[in-house]
T-cell receptor, first 108, second 111 residues
Framework: LAKTTQPISMDSYEGQEVNITCSHNNIATNDYITWYQQFPSQGPRFIIQ???TKVTNEVASLFIPADRKSSTLSLPRVSLSDTAVYYC?????????FGTGTRLTIIP | ETGVTQSPTHLIKTRGQQVTLRCSSQ?????VSWYQQALGQGPQFIFQ???????GRGNFPPRFSGLQFPNYSSELNVNALELDDSALYLC??????????FGPGTRLTVL
């Protein structure tokens, strides 16, 4: 059974750029890839969504290669408040699937 | 704040009981998805409703059932509760295939 996988954890210093990759080899052809941020005891919060190539908004960029079997969330100049768990979300086999989640810790 | 509300916030039940969780979707959204998130795990997709019809289901047994109402609010029902059903239950509303907006969740504890 294909899984949507992410690195378990990452540490970064304040002010650095952080890249988190999600592997989703079972994604549906026409499905968007969405990334969420989650703080303890809260619902996930939308960060960015894309279909292919590159998408940028005011908080992040999303890079998607041509085969769409992975995606990379890029957070520029992280701060302490970016400490959270980050998930990718895809649709495939008629199911919505969250990635395994990456716990990002920002170090002062 | 996403505009998605869930009730109750917390709930304690015993094994074998039944529970109903409720979700009010964001205005204008016609799709509601439900997820189960065990402690320390990522959300697991339970099912999705689009315009009152089930539109996809994850690997959950039939004792997990749902409804979507004409105003697009939704219920999640779980029968014959088991200890492993203890989790945070999240609902998310959206326009189909678009960005999902999550509610704060309902924390269910089964004793």
């Amino acid at each position: 059974l294909a899984k949507t996988t992410q690195p378990i954890s990452m540490d970064s210093y304040e002010g650095q750029e952080v890249n988190i990759t999600c592997s989703h080899n079972n994604i549906a052809t026409n499905d968007y890839i969405t990334w969420y941020q989650q703080f303890p005891s809260q619902g996930p919060r939308f960060i960015i969504q894309g279909y292919k190539t590159k998408v940028t908004n005011e908080v992040a960029s999303l890079f998607i290669p041509a085969d769409r079997k992975s995606s990379t969330l890029s957070l520029p100049r992280v701060s302490l408040s970016d400490t959270a768990v980050y998930y990718c979300l895809t649709f495939g086999n008629e199911k919505l699937t969250f990635g395994t989640g990456t716990r990002l810790t920002i170090i002062p | 704040e996403t505009g998605v509300t869930q009730s109750p916030t917390h709930l304690i039940k015993t094994r074998g009981q039944q529970v109903t969780l409720r979700c009010s979707s964001q205005s204008g959204h016609n799709t509601v998805s439900w997820y189960q998130q065990a402690l320390g795990q990522g959300p697991q997709f339970i099912f999705q409703y689009y315009r009152e019809e089930e539109n996809g289901r994850g690997n959950f047994p039939p004792r997990f059932s749902g409804l979507q109402f004409p105003n697009y609010s939704s219920e999640l029902n779980v029968n014959a509760l088991e200890l492993d059903d203890s989790a945070l239950y999240l609902c998310a509303s959206s326009l189909i295939e678009n960005e999902q907006f999550f509610g704060p969740g309902t924390r269910l504890t089964v004793l």
